[in-house]
Nanobody, 127 residues
Framework: QVQLVESGGGSVQAGGSLRLSCAAS????????MGWFRQAPGKEREGVAA????????YYADSVKGRFTISQDNAENTLYLQMNSLKPEDTAMYYC????????????????????WGQGTQVTVSS
């Protein structure tokens, strides 16, 4: 059973940085598309970034390109999201998600294609 546990959220001022972590367990951390999603109050959950555990490309939402970086430590089965130059509009609950197989440019951000989710970690950015 796949288990994902996020950590690292908090409150920061605009322009600040946070690093989110997602500890994965219960499965072999290979051949998975791992994604970060976020959901603000009253809004739909949206894809932020994704990475394939077997190596390869990364994918980002246009709103975070150049500010956020997704990475992973395969030895530790941990996914990261480094968030720099944070803006108030980045305020949301951030979720880690996993699904088997590659990440593709046409579907990395489709939340319904991910079948494992963490409980989320709150990020609040004040102006």
């Amino acid at each position: 059973q796949v288990q994902l546990v996020e950590s690292g959220g908090g409150s920061v001022q605009a322009g600040g940085s946070l690093r989110l972590s997602c500890a994965a367990s219960g499965y072999t951390y290979s051949n998975y598309c791992m994604g970060w999603f976020r959901q603000a109050p009253g809004k739909e959950r949206e894809g932020v970034a994704a990475i394939y555990t077997g190596g390869g490309g990364t994918y980002y939402a246009d709103s975070v390109k150049g500010r956020f970086t997704i990475s992973q430590d395969n030895a530790e089965n941990t996914l990261y999201l480094q968030m720099n130059s944070l803006k108030p509009e980045d305020t949301a609950m951030y979720y880690c998600a996993a699904r088997r197989g590659y990440c593709y440019i046409y579907n990395w951000d489709r939340r319904y294609e991910y079948n494992s989710w963490g409980q989320g970690t709150q990020v609040t950015v004040s102006s």
